[in-house]
Every structure is written in C-alpha cells, then in structure tokens.
Nanobody, 124 residues
Framework: QVQLVESGGGLVQAGGSLRLSCAASGRTFSTYVMGWFRQAPGKEREFVAAITRSSFSTYYADSVKGRFTISRDNAKNTVYLQMNSLKPEDTAVYYC?????????????????WGQGTQVTVSS
C-alpha cells in the first residue's frame, strides 16, 4: 500500500508558476507509475501528466504540454508537477495518483491509489 499527500497548491496570477509535490509513504515508491490529474468545478477529473518508474517516459495532456513538467525523486519518495505560464483554465483541484504497473498510464481507472488533492487557483 502507498499513501499520497499533495502540497504546493495556492492562488497565483495568470502567467505565474507553482510547483506541486506529492509525497508517498512506504519503501516501494520506485515501483509505482505516478500521475497527476485535476478536477475543475462542475467538470470530470482529467489526466494531466504521468511518469514511469525510472523517469524514462513522461506523457502530458495537450492542454498542458510545454507548460507543465512532471518529475520524480525516488530517493525522496516524491513526485513533482512544475506548472509554468498558468492560465485561469488551469484552476482545479490537483490529485496525484499511483499504480504498480509498467508503462505510462493515462486513465483514471488505471490508478489504484490517490491523494486528497490540492487546490490551484489562477486569477486573471
């Protein structure tokens, strides 16, 4: 089992940056594919980014490609989401998720473990 705790959310102006962190418990973090998802008010939760166990591969939603970067530090049991050039439409609760499988996973149902979420609000 792994428990996930997100942090780093907040209020930022359009064009600004935030760095989200997701700390995982347990000693098997390096065996999990990690992902970030987000849910805006009134909308379904959507995929944002994912990274494989060794950081060999990453994948991004088209809406964040070129602006967001996912990374991980297996020694610190932490995955990050660097968000630059933020837009008001990036406003959402951001969740990290983990799955003990191979390969990048893009779909919500492919993830077994979820954090509680952190709010990101981008003002115009």
């Amino acid at each position: 089992q792994v428990q996930l705790v997100e942090s780093g959310g907040g209020l930022v102006q359009a064009g600004g940056s935030l760095r989200l962190s997701c700390a995982a418990s347990g000693r098997t973090f390096s065996t999990y594919v990690m992902g970030w998802f987000r849910q805006a008010p009134g909308k379904e939760r959507e995929f944002v980014a994912a990274i494989t166990r060794s950081s060999f591969s990453t994948y991004y939603a088209d809406s964040v490609k070129g602006r967001f970067t996912i990374s991980r530090d297996n020694a610190k049991n932490t995955v990050y989401l660097q968000m630059n050039s933020l837009k008001p439409e990036d406003t959402a609760v951001y969740y990290c998720a983990a799955t003990p499988t191979l390969g990048v996973k893009l779909r919500e149902y492919e993830y077994d473990h979820w954090g509680q979420g952190t709010q990101v609000t981008v003002s115009s």
